[in-house]
């Protein structure tokens, strides 16, 4: 049986790991390389940094921060952020980074995770999509004078609710669905999915779980719930309820409310195969080939 992971996700914005709530208000968190080091010491299954505030800015992700955490870990360490063509994946995985995150670039221009999927293997590529419950707004455009919905052109189906996806950090608007856009990812060469909720990033009050488990339907690749774990509870429901392979956590941990070694006796209790906290982590991590070139 496959064991689910319990992956620690340390959001960096100048340097520092910050924490908000639906991409907003962030709060400092302490030093990244020393937090990382920290969770894999407590248990931790892999490490992601995401560089928030790289694609909004135009610029590149931090490189020498990932150096400096790859010689430390044996677990994988993830980078996402300021990724916008092969060769920003080709620097990243050079730096000491196992896997990739892509969004932004890959909304923008798709046949990137492709390129980078044959390039380094599918392995190595993570397509992170932020999403967002909305309201179709075909009702807005058919209301007529007096405020009702003309019913020769209403669509129920179509004022359905709906995930959009979001990039730049959650600043940009997309016409995207995110269940589609995920399974065209998987289709694209993507390794594995990150799908993040942003209506409850930060809140603490649980995974998006019709989110997740859709993303878990229409793909063949592992998915990564994120956004809004608030107890182990939650992350039991992602792995049980929804079906995801891994629960992304940050908030939680960063603050003390439990520890790597708690959630993984929860889970471990509740009957969901995890690598205990105390289980070596030096076989871990895979080394890949040697990059092309």
């Not at 390039?119 to 932020?130: M, Y």
């Not at 070694?261 to 895979?286: D, M, N, Y």
Request: proline share 4%; with cysteine.
């Amino acid at each position: 049986m496959l064991r689910k992971r319990v992956i620690v996700c340390l959001d960096v914005r100048d340097g520092r790991v910050v924490k908000g709530v639906s991409f907003q208000g962030l709060r400092d968190m302490g030093d990244p390389v020393e937090l990382a080091a920290r969770y894999e010491a407590e248990g931790a299954d892999e490490i992601v940094y995401l560089d928030i505030s790289a694609s909004a800015e135009g610029r590149r992700t931090l490189l020498d921060l990932v150096q400096r955490t790859a010689e430390r870990l044996f677990i994988p360490l993830t980078v996402g952020g300021g990724i916008h063509e092969v060769a920003d994946i080709e620097r990243a995985l050079r730096a000491g980074a196992d896997k990739v995150s892509v969004n932004t670039a890959a909304v923008e221009r798709p046949e990137l995770i492709t390129e980078a999927s044959k390039r380094f293997g599918a392995q190595c590529v993570v397509a992170s999509i932020d999403a967002r419950v909305e309201r179709r707004q075909v009702e807005l455009a058919v209301k007529t004078a007096d405020g009702t919905v003309d019913p020769a052109v209403a669509n129920p189906r179509m004022s359905a609710d709906w995930f959009r996806v979001f990039t730049q950090g959650g600043a940009k608007v997309t016409d995207l669905d995110a269940i589609r856009w995920a399974r065209e990812c998987a289709e694209l060469g993507a390794g594995e999915i990150l799908i993040t909720s942003i209506d409850q990033d930060g809140r603490r009050n649980g995974y998006d779980l019709e989110l997740t488990a859709r993303i878990v339907e229409a793909v063949s690749v592992p998915v990564i719930a994120s956004g809004g774990a608030g107890s182990a509870e939650h992350m039991r429901d992602a792995f049980l309820l929804a079906g995801a392979d891994a629960a992304l956590v940050a908030g939680i941990f960063h603050e003390g409310v439990t520890t790597v070694p708690a959630v993984k006796r929860f889970l471990a209790e509740a009957g969901i195969a995890v690598r205990p906290a105390g289980e070596p982590v030096a076989t871990l991590r895979v080394d890949a080939e040697p990059l092309p070139g």
